[in-house]
């Protein structure tokens, strides 16, 4: 038998239907469900007389609007009225619910993985693009518009044209205090916005052999910002492990069946991709964005680059109007570009490895006094494991405001806004324009890096703080 | 979902790339839950000064583009997010086809199953219609059935589209009951294969 990437093994056991000149149609294993895109599909459900085909395998949380401090006293009216109507449309449908009082609750692309729903071979989908999280685990996952929501939700499947394969291989060693956050930002930077769209990403190689399935999933969670159709990882003993004991995770016996099963997914030796990439790891350094997409990145120890530095009017065009929005000048070294806001959260960047990574630069020094810096764990559960360590303790010495879970300052749909004009340094996935807050000026960095510019009040290389004595 | 079959209108450039959905509809307008009423925030941040004060510089707001159906934009178009409120924002605002380079995938699929035609033209070709669409009143004729994109001058392209999704989008049809006519089909495959 011809060898096979786990993408086509994957698409091969899904498909429904496949008729000649179509797209073909794909059953879902998994749909996730969150309040902002999801009232629109129920009620056209309710419009056209139809109910949720698989209840059992659908799951609904809210994350978006979700507030932070004070978190059951939600003082927009139209966010709590959103709230309010994914409970009433779960209770009406049957669907499982993981609501503010759930100690479960979590930003979705958390608490998936985090819960054991999340398995290998699964096809995941959710009305949200960083969807792509859960391929991490060797799944499908990929984000869905409201229409393809509703459509799910009525037959449990979707009619997709077969998207091409890209190998991502990343090989060779990363220098100490070089994140999984900064190989996918340097991946972008040097392929582009573009790079993914139409195709389903691999990343294959010894870089991501050697990382935890949180690395893999802030990887995987990225793929959309390259507009790849989804990103996955081949799993492993490393993925098996994780889930191992999870809530919705096989028990017993049958894991191990499920473990000798999903091991069969990986891809083949020899299996042939349409495209291949490779990235040597030795060449990245941390990462800070100095533009309105994850694209314009540059390594922290480099200046803001001119727009003339680019080969094409559109891009030139595209550089000046970043670089006016972002209120930054050509050729200033992007470590004397002082910040006023910190946040660590994200669906990127939110869980407990990520958190201990910052915590660990933080402690035993003060957030600078200039900065207000935040911490939102990615899950409830995330922030009572945090807790037990005493991580909570260590960000509040410093002077970190310690939240409850959700999506917080990534999008701004809830109270933690980023005012106009005002410069972030962000743990999450997107620094367009406005993403934060109408005129907020998004530098997207890791978790460490976003740590030493709170202590420091400015992008920081976290390698040098890291050589430094810790005063106190 | 209104059929699109051949559609004839004013064409305005946004001679912008990667323009992401965030731009389109601002997060703050996501929290209706009806599909309608998204078009008075279309672009917002880009449309307006401050509210009410519209931007006079931004492309949309220009006379000759203000009562545009065709929209011509640069390439990765609708990039980021997955909102769907994208595409609504775009049809309530009047757009009915897109005409692009490129477009991010998970857009491009929201577009047709909401009666926005989204057509994919070589970059030469979207250059030239951008500059034929500045600074004047400038009409294209999208023609579903031909593939073809012309306009009164002697321009003329063609574009490639999914024969499926054209089906759809000439008939308007509701894709959910296009579906449920393989219930058979789908309860098969859930038989050989439980969850």
Same mark, same amino acid.
């Given at each position: 038998m011809?060898p096979k990437t786990?993408?086509?093994?994957i698409w091969?056991?899904h498909?429904?239907?496949?008729?000649e000149n179509?797209?073909?149609l794909?059953?879902?294993d998994?749909?996730?469900v969150h309040?902002v895109?999801?009232?629109?599909?129920?009620?056209?459900?309710?419009?056209?007389?139809?109910?949720?085909r698989?209840p059992d395998?659908t799951?609904?949380?809210m994350?978006?609007?979700v507030?932070?401090?004070?978190?059951?006293?939600i003082?927009d009216l139209i966010?709590k009225?959103q709230?309010?109507?994914?409970?009433k449309?779960?209770e009406?449908?049957?669907?499982p619910?993981?609501?503010? $009082?759930?100690? $479960?609750?979590?930003?979705?692309?958390?608490?998936?993985?985090e819960l054991g729903?999340?398995?290998?071979g699964k096809?995941?989908?959710?009305?949200d693009?960083h969807?792509?999280?859960?391929g991490?685990?060797g799944?499908?996952a990929?984000?869905?518009?409201?229409s393809e929501?509703?459509?799910v939700l009525a037959?449990?499947?979707?009619?997709?044209?077969?998207?091409?394969t890209?190998?991502?291989e990343?090989?060779g060693?990363?220098s100490?205090?070089?994140t999984?956050k900064?190989?996918?930002l340097?991946i972008?930077?040097?392929?582009g916005v573009?790079?993914?769209?139409?195709?389903?990403?691999?990343?294959t190689?010894d870089?991501?052999?050697?990382m935890s399935m $949180?690395?893999?999933?802030?990887?995987?969670?990225?793929?959309i910002?390259g507009?790849?159709k989804?990103?996955?990882?081949?799993?492993?003993?490393?993925t098996?492990?994780?889930?191992?004991?999870?809530?919705?995770?096989?028990?017993g016996?049958?894991?191990d069946k499920?473990? $000798?099963e999903w091991k069969?997914?990986a891809?083949d030796?020899?299996?042939?991709?349409?495209?291949?990439?490779?990235i040597d790891?030795s060449?990245?350094?941390?990462?800070?964005?100095?533009?309105?997409n994850p694209s314009?990145g540059?390594s922290?120890n480099d200046a803001?680059?001119?727009?003339?530095?680019?080969?094409?009017?559109?891009?030139r065009?595209?550089a000046?109007r970043?670089?006016e929005?972002?209120?930054l000048e050509?050729?200033?070294p992007?470590q004397?570009?002082?910040?006023?806001?910190?946040?660590i959260g994200?669906c990127?960047?939110?869980?407990?490895?990520?958190l201990?990574?910052?915590a660990e630069i933080?402690k035993?020094?003060?957030?600078?006094?200039?900065?207000k810096?935040?911490?939102v764990?990615?899950?409830?559960q995330?922030k009572a494991?945090?807790?037990?360590?005493g991580?909570d303790?260590?960000?509040?010495?410093?002077?970190?405001?310690?939240?409850?879970?959700g999506?917080?300052a990534?999008?701004?749909?809830n109270p933690?806004i980023?005012?106009?004009?005002e410069?972030?340094?962000?743990t999450?996935?997107?620094n367009?324009?406005g993403?934060?807050?109408?005129?907020?000026?998004?530098h997207?960095v890791?978790?460490?890096?976003?740590?030493?510019?709170?202590?420091?009040g400015k992008f920081?290389?976290i390698?040098?703080?890291?050589n430094?004595?810790?005063?106190? | 979902?209104?059929p699109i079959t051949?559609?004839t209108?004013?064409a305005?450039?946004?001679?912008?790339?990667n323009v992401?959905?965030?731009?389109?509809?601002p997060?703050q307008f996501?929290?209706?839950i009806e599909r309608t009423?998204?078009?008075?925030f279309?672009?917002? *941040?880009?449309?307006?000064k401050?509210p009410?004060?519209?931007?006079?510089?931004f492309?949309?707001n220009?006379?000759?583009?203000?009562?545009?159906t065709?929209l011509?934009?640069?390439?990765n178009?609708?990039?980021?997010?997955?909102r769907?409120?994208?595409?609504?924002?775009?049809l309530?605002?009047?757009?009915?086809v897109?005409i692009?380079?490129?477009?991010?995938?998970?857009f491009?699929?929201?577009?047709?199953k909401?009666?926005i035609l989204p057509?994919r033209?070589?970059s030469q070709?979207?250059?030239?219609?951008?500059?034929?669409?500045?600074?004047?009143d400038?009409?294209?004729?999208?023609n579903?059935h031909?593939q073809t994109v012309k306009d009164?001058?002697g321009?003329?392209?063609?574009?490639d589209i *999914?024969?499926h999704?054209?089906?759809m989008?000439l008939?308007g049809?509701d894709?959910?009951?296009?579906?449920?006519r393989?219930?058979e089909?789908?309860?098969?495959?859930e038989?050989?294969?439980?969850?």
């Open positions: 011809a786990i993408f086509e093994k091969e056991k498909v429904v239907v496949e008729e179509k797209p073909a794909i059953y879902i998994l749909h996730l309040e895109t999801s009232p629109q599909a129920f009620e056209g459900l309710r419009l056209n007389n139809r109910k949720v698989r395998l799951f609904a949380t994350d978006h609007n507030p932070t401090v004070d978190r059951f006293n003082q966010s009225k709230i309010d109507t994914l409970k449309n779960c009406e449908f049957g669907i619910l993981f609501d503010l $009082e759930s100690p $479960e609750q979590g930003i979705v692309h958390v608490i998936g993985p729903l999340t398995q290998p096809t995941i989908v959710c009305g693009s969807t792509s999280t859960h991490a685990f799944t499908l990929f984000g869905i518009g409201t929501v509703e459509h037959t449990q499947t979707l009619w997709q044209a077969k998207p091409k890209l190998n991502v990343i090989n060693k990363l100490p205090y070089v999984a900064d190989v996918i340097y972008i930077r040097e392929h573009g790079f993914g769209t139409g195709y389903v990403v691999e990343y190689g870089v991501i052999r050697s $949180e690395e893999r999933m802030t990887i995987c969670n990225m793929s910002e507009g790849a989804a990103g996955l990882i081949s799993p492993d003993e490393v098996f492990e994780y889930l191992k004991g999870r809530k919705f995770a096989p028990k016996d049958d894991f499920a473990v $000798e069969k997914l891809t030796e020899g299996a042939v991709y349409d495209k291949t990439i490779k790891a060449k990245i350094e941390p990462q800070v964005t100095w533009g309105t314009m540059i922290v803001v680059p001119h727009p003339d530095d680019f080969e094409t009017e559109t891009e065009r595209a000046r970043a670089l929005y972002m209120g050509p050729g200033t992007i004397d570009v002082e910040i006023q806001h910190v946040f994200s990127t960047n939110s869980r407990l490895s990520d201990r990574s910052a933080v035993g020094r003060k957030v600078a006094k200039s900065v810096a935040v911490v764990p990615g899950s409830q995330v494991q945090a807790e037990k360590e991580l303790k260590v960000f509040k010495e410093a002077g970190f405001e310690w939240r409850d879970s999506c917080s990534c999008l701004g749909m933690d980023i005012p106009e004009g410069r972030c340094a962000s999450s996935n997107r367009f324009e993403r934060q807050g109408k005129g907020a000026r998004t997207l890791s978790p460490a890096m976003a740590a030493a510019a709170a202590v420091t920081t290389d390698r040098k703080l890291k430094e004595e810790v005063v106190s | 979902m209104e051949v559609y209108g004013k305005a450039p946004l001679d912008r790339v992401d959905t965030d731009q389109i509809i997060k996501l929290k209706r009423g998204f078009g008075e279309l672009f917002y *941040d880009w449309r307006y401050a009410g004060k519209l931007n006079e510089e492309e949309l220009q006379p000759e583009n203000r009562d545009a065709i011509i934009a640069g390439e178009f609708g990039c980021g997010s997955s769907e409120h994208a595409p609504w924002a775009l309530d605002y009047g757009f009915r897109i692009a380079p490129s477009f991010a995938d998970i491009y699929n929201n577009c047709m909401n009666g057509v033209l070589a070709e979207v250059k030239q219609l951008m500059e034929k669409a500045a600074d004047a400038y009409e294209l004729t999208v579903l031909e009164l001058q321009f003329s392209a063609s574009f *999914d024969p999704w054209k089906e989008l008939n049809w894709e959910i009951a296009v579906t449920l393989y219930e089909e789908i309860a098969a495959y038989n050989q294969n439980p969850r």
